[in-house]
């Protein structure tokens, strides 16, 4: 096992002892199978990072915060979750069989892999343009024996006038990559009307709200919630921001690829 894995200081703590505790609080008990497949994840994203530039975070302890808990607190965003105002944050999460999800700039597989891992029945799809993470997305789904995930590499700009791809998702999760009213350019057109897109975020956000409103209006949606998370001791507060897809997207959307990051909605 990796050092940076699996550190001295861990040496006597319980495989993912963080990870599990984090899930716990939030209402996602993990069984010791999936705890297996995120030990072997956090693995693997540790020795491919040598090479292929995944992720500053390779710390044992943050992997489990930072990716895994982080990436899991999109569950109280999805659709017909029961949640709470105390720990256990999530009542209840309805079965997701046949529920389609695709992670829009996913790096080295966040937050759409933990929340695959966690629920095996959603098909996901995991999208980023670099070809390098989604080669090493493509050999960590074989390592981890996953069914129903595809890896598809291409820009959201363009993946999003594919008809394969174009209103075909019931939710879109997308986590630290562009400002919210670019993000709603690359995630909106993804999602099927009655859908909605997620994306977390942390930080002073009032700005960011009052301007991405306005394109989530644009773009056939509607400013859906800001879900406060925090988890004391493992995560600083965060929100989870939806939005609900009510209309179709204009067929201008989105603009061609590097225009919604240089002249945002």
Same mark, same amino acid.
């Given at each position: 096992?990796?050092?940076?894995?699996?550190?001295?200081?861990?040496?006597?703590?319980?495989?993912?002892?963080?990870?599990?505790?984090?899930?716990?609080?939030?209402?996602?008990?993990?069984?010791?199978?999936?705890?297996?497949?995120?030990? *072997?994840?956090?693995?693997? @994203?540790?020795?491919?990072?040598?090479?292929?530039?995944?992720?500053?975070?390779?710390?044992?302890?943050?992997?489990?915060?930072?990716?895994?808990?982080?990436?899991?607190?999109?569950?109280?965003?999805?659709?017909?979750?029961?949640?709470?105002?105390?720990?256990?944050?999530?009542?209840?999460?309805?079965?997701?069989?046949?529920?389609?999800?695709?992670?829009?700039?996913?790096?080295?597989?966040?937050?759409?892999?933990?929340?695959?891992?966690?629920?095996?029945?959603?098909?996901? *799809?995991?999208?980023?343009?670099?070809?390098?993470?989604?080669?090493? @997305?493509?050999?960590?789904?074989?390592?981890?024996?996953?069914?129903?995930?595809?890896?598809?590499?291409?820009? /959201?700009?363009?993946?999003?006038?594919?008809?394969?791809?174009?209103?075909?998702?019931?939710?879109?999760?997308?986590?630290?990559?562009?400002?919210?009213? *670019?993000?709603?350019?690359?995630?909106?057109?993804?999602?099927?009307?009655?859908?909605?897109?997620? /994306?977390?975020?942390?930080? /002073?956000?009032?700005?960011?709200?009052?301007?991405?409103?306005?394109?989530?209006?644009?773009?056939?949606?509607?400013?859906?919630?800001?879900?406060?998370?925090?988890?004391?001791?493992?995560?600083?507060?965060?929100?989870?921001?939806?939005?609900?897809?009510?209309?179709?997207?204009?067929?201008?959307?989105?603009?061609?690829?590097?225009?919604?990051?240089?002249?945002?909605?």
């Amino acid at each position: 096992m990796s050092a940076e894995v699996h550190s001295s200081s861990e040496a006597n703590s319980p495989r993912m002892h963080l990870l599990t505790k984090g899930a716990d609080l939030l209402g996602i008990p993990l069984a010791e199978r999936q705890i297996d497949l995120f030990q *072997t994840y956090a693995e693997e @994203l540790v020795d491919w990072n040598r090479k292929v530039n995944l992720t500053a975070i390779t710390g044992y302890e943050d992997i489990q915060t930072k990716h895994f808990v982080d990436s899991l607190t999109c569950f109280l965003a999805f659709p017909g979750v029961a949640r709470r105002d105390h720990p256990p944050l999530i009542g209840s999460i309805p079965p997701l069989a046949g529920i389609r999800v695709i992670d829009v700039g996913t790096g080295g597989g966040f937050p759409g892999l933990p929340l695959k891992i966690a629920r095996p029945e959603i098909s996901l *799809t995991l999208l980023d343009s670099v070809a390098k993470k989604t080669k090493f @997305l493509e050999h960590v789904v074989q390592k981890l024996g996953l069914t129903w995930v595809d890896v598809v590499t291409g820009r /959201a700009e363009e993946i999003a006038r594919d008809p394969l791809h174009r209103e075909r998702y019931d939710v879109v999760v997308s986590r630290a990559v562009a400002e919210l009213a *670019t993000l709603m350019e690359y995630c909106l057109p993804l999602a099927k009307i009655g859908g909605r897109a997620i /994306a977390l975020k942390k930080g /002073a956000l009032e700005e960011e709200l009052r301007t991405g409103q306005k394109a989530i209006n644009l773009l056939g949606g509607r400013f859906g919630e800001m879900i406060p998370v925090e988890l004391p001791g493992l995560l600083e507060l965060r929100y989870a921001i939806t939005a609900e897809k009510v209309a179709p997207t204009p067929a201008s959307y989105p603009r061609r690829p590097g225009v919604p990051a240089k002249k945002p909605l």
